[in-house]
């Protein structure tokens, strides 16, 4: 059953006390302030799902409560609720002006409450399909989203605010156009932010423009989990920013990316960072390319004087904390042969691999008609790291 967050904001202990029992009893987590200003840091700390807020308090009332977090793009479709014994017609026109979803007037019936808490997070929910969408990464991760705003054909910008930095994707119509996380841009800025897997994330509708380096989500998706991959699988042969390459010999390019670091480093000798910033590359594809000329021998590697002055540290790992999360991978094949060598493949691949972890095998088999053609359906599922994501799966080509 999924878990609604309900933040209830009152400075009556009793009432306070009374609403926690009955949102519990009915399924809900439940967070507690007894006045806006605590009600603003606990909100900004662990984003409720949903706000029920008195009218007249100390510190801050809820009047201005809801206008400071309307204020914010993460906080612009949480419901907010009203829930006071200030009935006039008046007193309802300016919290509802102050950006509230429902006002309930005290007394009231909590089956009631509940009820209107559930219809406006449904609503929330659905506008998805119709326009904003705002929530956790712990509850979507960014790939979903970014799969969600593709499939329904939406243009806009998906604000992220995650470890105390802001970061944006501007999309159209399925087509990343730029990204920014930070201090970073493009293809580095993306693929710090496919490692989040905390803070929050708003969309917003609104016109995007076209630029060179637009590419579509399911590309920039899989390619930078090949990249964090590969960054962890050469990390121990990564330089530091401020150690000294130089080539010992010249192996022949096997990339576009190889080329280009080689052209620079037959030059002269230059450090990791200035190779970075020469490269034109994004720095994690300049890094991962530097890493495999070293793992080859091709680089001289001299470390910088400060590193060597330094007295010795524990390691510490340079591979990405990876989010290893359950999928569902849908196969579509056109006749039985290629479906049942495929998935058997498969299952064989991941037994050979003997990866940890993994209960693999096939959950359903569906048949279905289209266009006069028998389709099988297989669902494979199993716990998988980002790694295997890019892997070519279907080793036949009559997969569909």
Same mark, same amino acid.
């Given at each position: 059953?999924?878990?609604?967050t309900v933040?209830?904001?009152d ?10 029992? *009955?949102?519990?009893?009915?399924? /809900? ?6 006045? +806006?200003?605590?009600?603003l840091?606990?909100?900004?700390? @662990?984003?409720?799902d949903i706000?029920v807020? @008195? ?7 809820g $009047?201005?409560?809801?206008? !400071?977090?309307r204020?914010?793009d ?5 419901? #907010? $609720?009203?829930?006071?014994a200030?009935?006039?017609?008046? !007193?309802?026109v300016? +919290?509802l ?5 429902? /006002?309930v007037?005290?007394p ?9 808490? &559930?219809?406006? /997070?449904?609503? %929330? ?6 326009? &904003?969408l705002?929530?956790?990464? @712990?509850?979507?991760?960014?790939? @979903? ?20 930095? &802001? ?14 996380? +930070? ?8 693929v ?6 905390e803070?929050?994330?708003a969309?917003?509708p609104?016109?995007?423009p ?21 960054? +962890?699988?050469?990390?121990? /042969? ?12 010249t192996? !022949?390019?096997e990339?576009p !990316?190889?080329d ?7 030059k002269?000798s230059?450090?990791?960072g200035?190779a970075a ?5 994004s720095?994690?594809?300049?890094? %991962? ?11 001289? %590697?001299v ?11 524990p ?7 990876l ?14 042969k ?12 991941? *037994? ?12 359903? #088999?569906?048949?279905a ?5 028998p ?15 890019y ?10």
């Amino acid at each position: 059953m999924e878990e609604k967050t309900v933040l209830i904001v009152d400075d009556n202990e009793t009432v306070l006390l009374a609403l926690e029992f *009955n949102l519990k009893s009915a399924g /809900y987590r439940v967070l507690k302030a007894s006045d +806006g200003k605590e009600a603003l840091s606990v909100a900004l700390k @662990d984003h409720p799902d949903i706000i029920v807020s @008195d009218i007249a308090m100390p510190e801050m009332d809820g $009047i201005e409560l809801c206008r !400071e977090l309307r204020s914010r793009d993460e906080f612009a479709e949480v419901p #907010f $609720i009203f829930l006071t014994a200030h009935g006039e017609p008046e !007193e309802r026109v300016k +919290g509802l002006k102050s950006g509230a979803d429902d /006002y309930v007037i005290k007394p009231f019936d909590i089956e009631e409450l509940i009820t209107r808490i &559930d219809i406006l /997070y449904e609503k %929330v929910k659905k506008r998805v399909v119709s326009g &904003d969408l705002a929530g956790k990464i @712990d509850e979507i991760s960014i790939p @979903d989203i970014l799969q969600m705003l593709e499939q329904t054909g939406k243009e806009g910008k998906v604000i992220i605010k995650s470890g105390g930095k &802001d970061g944006a994707i501007f999309i159209k119509q399925g087509i990343v156009t730029e990204c920014v996380f +930070g201090a970073l841009r493009g293809e580095d800025a993306f693929v710090e932010l496919m490692k989040c897997n905390e803070g929050t994330f708003a969309f917003k509708p609104q016109s995007v423009p076209d630029t060179e380096t637009a590419r579509p989500v399911g590309f920039l998706v899989m390619e930078s989990a090949r990249l964090l991959d590969e960054f +962890g699988a050469l990390s121990s /042969y990564i330089p530091e920013n401020s150690d000294t390459l130089s080539l010992v010999s010249t192996p !022949e390019a096997e990339s576009p !990316e190889m080329d280009r670091i080689l052209r620079i480093l037959e030059k002269g000798s230059v450090t990791t960072g200035e190779a970075a910033s020469l490269s034109g590359l994004s720095r994690i594809r300049t890094l %991962v390319t530097i890493g495999k000329l070293n793992r080859e021998g091709a680089l001289k %590697v001299v470390k910088s004087v400060e590193q060597t002055e330094k007295p010795s540290e524990p390691p510490v790992s340079k591979t990405p904390q990876l989010q290893i999360k359950p999928l569902k991978l849908l196969f579509l094949f056109c006749n039985e042969k290629a479906a049942t060598e495929s998935v058997n493949s498969i299952l064989s691949a991941f *037994n050979q691999k003997q990866i940890k972890g993994i209960k693999a095998g096939v959950a359903d #088999f569906i048949r279905a008609q289209i266009l006069d053609h028998p389709v099988h359906i297989f669902t494979l599922q199993g716990k998988r790291g980002f790694e295997f994501l890019y892997e070519p799966l279907l080793p036949t080509s009559d997969a569909a």
